[in-house]
């Protein structure tokens, strides 16, 4: 044993920093998502293909449009389709083929639409009119209009802004939206794809279930929309003013003023300090608005071009002219939100760009004046009033800025923020969690009494209290009143719903040509 072990040839020693070249680590395969698991099984890399046409969508929201899709698929399509065969893997393919020509018409309708008028002017028109509405029907409770107090404020609301779609209870009607979603199916697809029944069919029940029992659901509840503007506003929790403690109240000393040296050379400094950081702030502001001004003056307003011809007179010819917007009513009625007011203007050419200014401020402004009553004060109707004056005077540029920023916000960035809390809203788990609890009324009441008594904090509090008055919980609880019926809320929600699909498929509206004709001429 030992002549062998003498004789045994030495190992050769391997060194720490070397390298064994000859089997070379495996790279480490990406998990594959639920995304292509379900949606693309056949796909051979992870890669997925473009879900929208426009070249600078960033990668994360297709990844974001995707999951989304595969999780409505997995949780409303796959049980049941799966109790049918399990060998099928190319149904829910097709049925995500289909959404993908439904969201890129969608896209190329939201790019070429023109939202401005929209924003700043139906929006805020339909909105007012739901404050005069609701205001005008609680001050009908118990009187004769109310037949003799039997009828409550929703069933009064609703014989002022009646709609097919929604009961005077507030119950909607499934077959309204499933007809519009039809029609919505019908303009985005083309004829081979809407004429495969079944895949449009389920298209059309997953869509419906969603928008009617998880999103209108919830949104018409008086408790989400105070949430909502709570964790907009993010008040602090402790909306009970603090009382300050008595033993600070009873052994503090009184403060003498000390005129030391000391003091004088602080407060010098201070001064310095913060008219150096005022001043610095006032020069940023000043480059950032005249760099905002630059922009705004080179943007060109989507569906505004310019006339090839100048403008020809205004007393020439007459054509009748149905404005999209009605003027807002003092008085409430039917009319001022479903049939157009018909007015007859004296022009010579039907050119909608004849110098007509769009005003888009005075929207804001009236739904300002509307939630909080600032006619009933004089500090605040006085403001409202200097603010008509200056949006007048400045319109020109304000209907170039408030579309420009409209445009600046509405980014790729925002749109996939809304699908990330879509998502972790219907799918927190990746399945449809069941609804939880509602708040008890002790916890609404609790959350209206943080909501009526919020303040601003540092200098816009002199503000708040000069637009809102002294007594501004009171104008608080006025301004969430129209608010707190689920029944109104229902109409306000289908109302605005009809007029953002009208903006993106104007084919869908009822053209009241022959209408119009016969009101002018009787």
């Known amino acids: 044993m030992a002549t062998s072990s003498r004789h045994r040839s030495p190992q050769p020693a391997h060194s720490i920093n070397s390298v064994d070249t000859s089997n070379p680590p495996k790279p480490r395969q990406q998990p594959v998502t639920l995304a292509k698991r379900l949606l693309f099984p056949a796909l051979p890399t992870n890669d997925l293909p473009p879900l929208l046409r426009t070249a600078t ?38 049925i995500t083929a289909i959404l993908t020509v439904v969201l890129q018409s969608l896209e190329s309708r939201v790019l070429a639409a023109d939202l401005s008028p929209l924003v700043f002017q139906d929006l805020p028109a339909i909105i007012t009119q739901h404050y005069q509405d609701f205001r005008n029907a609680a ?29 005077a209870d507030g119950r909607l009607e499934p077959e309204y939206f499933r007809q519009v979603i039809d029609h919505v199916l019908k303009s985005c697809l083309p004829a081979a794809n809407y004429d495969a029944e079944a895949e449009r069919y389920i298209v059309r029940e997953v869509a419906l279930k969603v928008l009617l029992q998880d ?43 000390s005129f030391s040296f000391h003091n004088i050379a602080v407060f010098f ?52 002219s149905t404005p999209l917007t009605p003027p807002i009513s003092t008085t409430s009625s039917t009319s001022s939100i479903h049939s157009p007011i018909n007015t007859t203007q004296t022009m010579t050419t039907t050119d909608p760009f004849i110098s007509r200014p769009d005003n888009y401020a005075l929207g804001p402004l009236l739904i300002f ?32 800025l408030l579309p420009y920023t409209l445009d600046n916000n509405l ?28 708040p008890t009324p002790e916890e609404q009441a609790i959350m209206r009494a943080r909501l009526v008594s919020w303040k601003p904090k540092g200098s ?31 109409h306000l929600v289908v109302l605005i719903l009809d007029r953002v699909i009208l903006a993106l498929f104007p084919e869908l509206g009822v053209h009241s040509e022959d209408t119009t004709s016969d009101d002018v001429s009787q």
Not at 140 to 167: C, D, E, I, W
Not at 295 to 319: D, F, H, Q, W, Y
Not at 371 to 392: G, P
């Open 57 to 94: 969508v960033p990668p994360e929201l297709t990844a974001e449009l995707y999951d989304f899709i595969a999780l409505a698929l997995r949780a409303f399509v796959n049980p049941w389709w799966t109790k049918i065969t399990r060998y099928d893997k190319d149904f829910l393919p097709e």
């Open 139 to 167: 001050s009908k409770r118990s009187t004769s209009y109310a037949g003799g107090g039997a009828m409550n404020t929703a069933h009064l609301f609703h014989q002022l802004q009646p709609h097919m779609a929604v009961a």
């Open 215 to 257: 999103v209108i659901l919830k949104i018409t509840q008086p408790w989400f929309i105070q949430k909502v503007i709570l964790d907009f506003l993010d008040p602090s929790d402790d909306f009970v003013p603090r009382k300050a403690p008595e033993s600070t109240l009873t052994t503090a000393p009184p403060s003498s003023p």
């Open 269 to 320: 400094l201070s001064a310095i300090q913060s008219l150096s950081g005022f001043c610095l702030v006032l020069i940023n502001t000043y480059k950032q608005a005249v760099s905002t001004i630059k922009l705004v003056n080179k943007s060109t307003p989507k569906g505004r071009s310019p006339s090839p011809s100048p403008p020809i007179p205004v007393a020439e010819l007459t054509v009748s």
């Open 369 to 400: 004046n509307e939630i909080f009553c600032t006619r009933e004060r004089l500090a605040s109707n006085m403001i409202m009033t200097t603010m008509s004056l200056l949006t007048t005077l400045l319109m020109k540029f304000l209907d170039r």
């Open 411 to 438: 980014s790729p960035q925002f749109v996939t923020n809304i699908v990330r809390i879509a998502k972790r809203t219907l799918f927190p788990n990746g399945y449809p969690a069941p609804a939880p609890p509602d």
């Open 460 to 490: 816009l509090v002199y503000m708040f209290q000069l637009v809102l008055g002294r007594d501004h919980p009171a104008t608080l609880a006025a301004a969430l009143d129209p608010l707190t019926n689920t029944a109104c809320n229902a």
